[in-house]
C-alpha cells in the first residue's frame, strides 16, 4: 500500500491502540509534527505530509527492565522495538499508510512544565481506557525551532499562516526551554521575524484531544 498522503487525528489514534497493545500502556506519548492534530484537526496540508508519527508508550522503561528480567544480558529498547513492528516497511506500514517511528521522552526540546498543558484524550482499547498524550500547539511549535531547520520554518510557518501564533507567548515558551542560549537567540529572531496576525478562533474546530488548561491556538 502506497502512503496516504496525509495525516489525520484518526491516524493518531490508531497510534495510540497500537502502542498500548503492544507495550500494555495506559499512556502513550505522541510527538513531533504531526502531534499537531490533537488541537489544529484543520491543519493545512503541508504541516500533514509526513509519512511517520513519533511516538513512545509511556511505560517504556518498566517495560525495558521487564524484557531484561526475561532475557537476561539481553538488550531491549522500546524506541527499536517501535521500528521493528509498526516502522518503516512494517505490516503496520503497509496496512495504514504511514510508520510509527519509535522516540522517547529525550527526543524533542519542550518547555518546562509541558505535560501539564498537554492535550488528552482516553481512547478504548481492549476494553481498558487508555489516555493518548500531545504536547500543546505552542509547546510543538517551540520543540520545532529548537532545531529551526527548513523543514521544520515550513511547518511553522504553515501553522502560522493558517492559524496565527500568540507569538509573544512562543517566544516566553522558548525561555522555558533549556536550549543552548545561542539556539534560543536564534529562535527568538525567527519568531519575531513572523509577521503578527490578528487570532480568530470563532471558526475554528473544537480539538479533538482536550486540556486542563486554555488552549493556546
Do not use: C
Not at 522558548?174 to 478562533?201: C, G
Amino acid at each position: 500500500m502506497a502512503d496516504k498522503k496525509l495525516r489525520t487525528f484518526e491516524d493518531l489514534e490508531r497510534v495510540v491502540r497500537a502502542l498500548a497493545r503492544e507495550f500494555q500502556a495506559d499512556e502513550v506519548f505522541i510527538i513531533g509534527s504531526q502531534a499537531i492534530l490533537a488541537s489544529m484537526p484543520d491543519a493545512p496540508d503541508l504541516a500533514r505530509e509526513s509519512p511517520e508519527i513519533d511516538a513512545f508508550p509511556g511505560n517504556a522503561k518498566i517495560w525495558e527492565i521487564a524484557q531484561e528480567e526475561i532475557e537476561p544480558g539481553v538488550r531491549h529498547i522500546a524506541s527499536e522495538h517501535i521500528f521493528k513492528n509498526f516502522g518503516f516497511g512494517s505490516q503496520f506500514h503497509e496496512t495504514h499508510g504511514f510508520f510509527i517511528d519509535g522516540v522517547d521522552e529525550t527526543t524533542a526540546t519542550f518547555p518546562r512544565g509541558w505535560k501539564s498543558r498537554a492535550l488528552r484524550a482516553e481512547i478504548e482499547v481492549d476494553g481498558r481506557v487508555v489516555e493518548g498524550i500531545a504536547p500543546s500547539a505552542v509547546d510543538l511549535i517551540v520543540s520545532k525551532l529548537a532545531r529551526l531547520d527548513p523543514k521544520d520554518r515550513k511547518f511553522v510557518e504553515a501553522i502560522h499562516n493558517a492559524k496565527p501564533l500568540d507569538l509573544k507567548l512562543v517566544e516566553e515558551r522558548i525561555r522555558e526551554t533549556d536550549m543552548d542560549l545561542a539556539v534560543a537567540q536564534q529562535a527568538i529572531y525567527y519568531v519575531r521575524s513572523l509577521d503578527e496576525k490578528p487570532q480568530d478562533k470563532s471558526s475554528a474546530p473544537k480539538p479533538p484531544w482536550s486540556s486542563s488548561e486554555e488552549d493556546d491556538l
